[in-house]
Nanobody, 112 residues
Framework: QVQLVESGGGLVQAGGSLTLSCAGSGIMSYIMAWYRQVPGKQRELVAY???????HYVDSVKGRFTISKNNSVNTVFLYMSSLKPEDSGVYYC????????WGQGTQVTVAS
C-alpha cells in the first residue's frame, strides 16, 4: 500500500492556472493518473502518464492541462491553465487501476 499525498489546490479566477503535486513512494513504477470528483458525482479520470512519460488527457482538458512527473522525487504533477469553473472539484491521484487507498485530495475552486 502506498500513501498518496496531493497538494497544490486553491481558489483561482477563471483563466488562471494551478499546479498540483502528487507524491508517493515508488509511484514512478506505475501508470499514474489524476482524477477529479465533484459533489454528487463519481470520481472521473482527468489525465494519466505512462511509465515512460507519455501523457494522455480527457478531451475536456486537452490543450489546457499538462501531466508530468519527476522520477527523482517520486512526484507527479498536473499543470492546469486556462481554468474554467467546471474544472472545480477535489483532485486525487492514483494508478489508472486505482490500486491504492485514496489520499485526502486537493480542492480546486475556479471562480467565474
Amino acid at each position: 500500500q502506498v500513501q498518496l499525498v496531493e497538494s497544490g489546490g486553491g481558489l483561482v479566477q477563471a483563466g488562471g492556472s494551478l499546479t498540483l503535486s502528487c507524491a508517493g513512494s515508488g509511484i514512478m513504477s506505475y501508470i499514474m493518473a489524476w482524477y477529479r470528483q465533484v459533489p454528487g458525482k463519481q470520481r472521473e479520470l482527468v489525465a494519466y502518464i505512462g511509465i515512460t512519460g507519455d501523457p494522455h488527457y480527457v478531451d475536456s482538458v486537452k490543450g489546457r492541462f499538462t501531466i508530468s512527473k519527476n522520477n527523482s522525487v517520486n512526484t507527479v504533477f498536473l499543470y492546469m491553465s486556462s481554468l474554467k469553473p467546471e474544472d472545480s472539484g477535489v483532485y486525487y491521484c492514483n494508478t489508472v487501476r486505482q490500486s491504492w487507498n485514496w489520499g485526502q485530495g486537493t480542492q480546486v475552486t475556479v471562480a467565474s
